[in-house]
């Protein structure tokens, strides 16, 4: 069920970083990619490298991702949704967004994906492969239109959890823009303390580099980022500079103890962070009868994000003598059994139908 893209056309609005990749995995998947970008030069480039196959906007594109600046996204959504196909963006901020696009057709997107690389020269194909990629779909999302985003998706090797846009606000705040704040700010301190000992970056190793890596990435962006996520960021940073203020008492007493329980915690849940996709005889179909209506699509997406249930494909089915939809997710089999229950207390019917059985 993962879409391919032979024959089918789509566009990118900016050609940077990440929409270069995504202008790059659409390609790998037999799309044919035009692509915009504010700066002509940027174009030009993307285009010598083979990561689009023509410069300029493309009536014909069945989908369009929208890779420019969070401010900037809804009047480039905009512009992209007047020719009439689905159109996405990569924001890593939805809220302020949502708020100024209300279409159908428009499909919330945020890729938690990068590089220590800057602009079109980083961009690759698999940058996407087994990261996360968050859709936040509205009640009046198109269920066909979400529907094709998460297939697109899902065919770069990406994992899609879908969140409503406040919510994705808030956690990004935690597992994206403070860690780049403060890796930022360690890398800072770093150097400042490098001017008095010249020795200093020279012993920086892998630990200090994985920390700060992210810290090379492009300062516009992150201004932003934080000026439309503000609230959220400040809230995770009262939390880390008490936990901070927490850790130093712990180390200045020398209270081993308390020392071993944080980095006991701290070890366990970094180990148990979601790796990608299993294999196909270990996943089932859930098949939901759903009202064939916009927003139920994200109600039920947005279910399995709650309960902790990978979605790791689509499907909305419809038939003429059923007044109904019958929407597909392909999950866990482990899982599926939770969501299924969840599904049925909600007053939804479905069934289960294990991917190896049906081979």
Known sequence: MIAKGAGRRAAVVGTGLI??????????????????????AVAEQALELGVIDEIGADPAAEITFVAVPVGSVPAAAA???????????????????????????????????????????G?????????????????????????????????????????????????????????HLTAATLMDVASGKAEQDKA???????????????????????IDICRVNRDAIVSVFDDLME????????????????????????????????????APETLSEVRILVADQPGELAAVTTLATELGVNVYDIEVAHAAERPQGLLILVVGSEESENLAAALDESGRTCSIHPLGEMA
Request: overall charge negative; proline content about 7%; hydrophobic content about 40%.
């Open 79 to 121: 512009d992209a949704l007047i020719a009439g196909g689905v159109v996405s963006d990569v924001g890593s901020v939805k809220s302020p967004v949502l708020k100024r696009i209300h279409h159908p057709r428009f499909v919330g997107g945020h890729p938690m994906a990068g590089s220590e690389d800057l602009g079109v020269s």
């Open 200 to 222: 200093l970056l020279r012993l920086a190793a892998g630990g200090f580099r994985d920390m700060t890596r992210v810290a090379a990435g492009d300062p516009d962006m992150w």
């Open 243 to 278: 936990s901070l203020g927490e850790m130093r008492e712990i180390v200045a007493t020398s209270d081993a103890e308390a020392l071993r329980s944080r980095l006991d915690r701290a070890q366990l849940a970094r180990r148990n962070l979601p790796l990608g996709a299993p």
């Open 19 to 40: 929409g270069g990749s995504v202008a790059a995995a659409l390609r790998d998947n037999g799309w044919h990619v035009s692509g915009f970008d504010s700066d002509p």
């Open 123 to 179: 961009a690759r194909p698999d940058l996407f492969q087994s990261a996360t990629w968050v859709l936040t779909p509205t009640g009046q999302t198109d269920p066909g239109a979400l529907t094709l985003v998460h297939q697109v998706i899902r065919s770069f090797g990406a994992d899609v959890v879908t969140l409503n846009p406040q919510e994705h606000d808030r956690l990004v705040a935690t597992v994206s823009h403070v860690p």
